[in-house]
């Protein structure tokens, strides 16, 4: 089986990973895994055509690293990756467009899962032409004050600062009106969820969803219920920010409750990452779905919390298994026969016990540096 990465050029920073030099660590795990590879960049449709005219649909998965695609070089009308892959009959790694365009904008992905009744915060999307009915909105959406304000249309956390909590009117005015002047409209308001953030990263096995939550935590501010701001987003992790994996019965039993349901809603074909916090009443309230989790090594969210799961392995070790999950579960889906290394790593780590734990909340992680044996598959230690 050959995997095709497909890079569009000008959409990079919202893909799995965002250079060509984070990209490395994920050729270099599927090549580990004996994987054979192709990596193409391509800055417009006919670029993108011209590549798939020249690979066989029946032998080959494409890993599409971003949204979208531009409809002709030097333009600006762009066109989902994903949707121009499948409609020539290649299976591909990750979510479809259909879903991709469900979770890019955080108001119409918040839309649709309000009417599918399933357990977001209530919310409005302001545009810049109704901020003087703020009001009224607040009243008719039956939203109370905190509230908490957020870009609709970016990721990892940009534009988010501890002034988006807000506790009055006037506040609310002020934090929204900025960020849409500088992020653009429309902004989210939404009811302030007090809880602990919690990360949700799910493998959608033909079995059943595999999870790997882990709380997200920071001790930058006196707050408690200080939010994951862009500055903390940017520090390196174990400088005043860690995750802890989530054991709690009650809280793993709300995640499988509320959590879950949202991947069926939105149709998550295979891999996603979902944010959500408990609100003042004690239920679990998802904010944020995230179709093309990062995979940049160490610094992405989902790559730690399997270095936090794995914390007895290798790092290295640990983010093979990553990429093997998410290979393991595209090949299932397609019912592709699955390659010997990957199907090894991801049935390894779906076989682990569940009481598997973090280390304690304040320890350092190890980070142990490997190397894999190509005879034996095996990873030996070389420093510590």
Not at 113 to 135: S, Y
Not at 305 to 321: L, S
């Amino acid at each position: 089986m050959k995997i095709v990465i497909i890079n569009s050029v000008g959409f990079w920073s919202m893909g799995w990973t965002t250079d060509v030099e984070s990209q490395q660590d994920v050729l270099h795990s599927l090549q580990r895994a004996h994987i054979d590879l192709e990596v193409h960049d391509v800055d417009c449709l006919k670029m993108l055509s011209d590549v798939l005219s020249k690979l066989n649909p029946s032998d080959c998965l494409v890993w599409p690293n971003a949204y979208q695609v531009y409809a002709n070089k030097g333009a600006t009308e762009a066109l989902w990756l994903a949707d121009v892959i499948e409609e020539r009959g290649f299976s591909i790694i990750g979510n479809n467009a259909k879903v991709l365009k469900s979770v890019l904008s955080k108001d119409q992905c918040q839309s649709l899962l309000a009417d599918k009744n399933t357990a977001v915060p209530r919310f409005a999307a302001i545009h810049e032409e109704n901020l003087q009915q703020l009001p009224e909105i607040l009243k008719q959406r039956q939203l109370t004050f905190p509230l908490f304000t957020k870009p609709s249309d970016l990721s990892t956390s940009k534009g988010i600062t501890q002034d988006c909590i807000t506790n009055d009117l006037e506040e609310l005015y002020k934090q929204t009106k900025q960020l849409g002047d500088t992020y653009g409209y429309p902004v989210m308001v939404e009811d302030y969820l007090p809880g602990r953030d919690i990360t949700v990263a799910i493998f959608m096995t033909p079995e059943k969803p595999i999870i790997l939550p882990t709380y997200y935590d920071i001790d930058i501010y006196d707050n408690p219920g200080a939010v994951l701001d862009y500055s903390i987003r940017q520090r390196d992790w174990d400088d005043g920010k860690w995750l802890t994996v989530v054991n709690d019965p009650e809280v793993l039993k709300a995640i499988e409750a509320e959590v879950l349901p949202i991947c069926d809603a939105l149709g998550i074909c295979e891999f996603t990452r979902v944010d959500c916090r408990f609100d003042q009443h004690g239920s679990l309230k998802v904010f944020d779905v995230n179709g093309l989790p990062g995979l940049e090594l160490p610094f992405s969210t989902t790559v730690w919390q399997m270095i936090v799961k794995m914390h007895d392995k290798p790092q290295i070790e640990a983010f093979d298994t990553l990429v093997a999950l998410i290979i393991y579960c595209s090949c299932r889906r397609y019912h592709i026969p699955v390659p010997t290394r990957i199907r090894q790593l991801a049935e390894q780590y779906i076989a682990l016990d569940s009481t598997v734990t973090s280390l304690p909340a304040n320890d350092a992680i190890d980070i142990t540096v490997a190397h894999l044996d190509p005879e034996t598959s095996s990873y030996a230690v070389a420093a510590h």
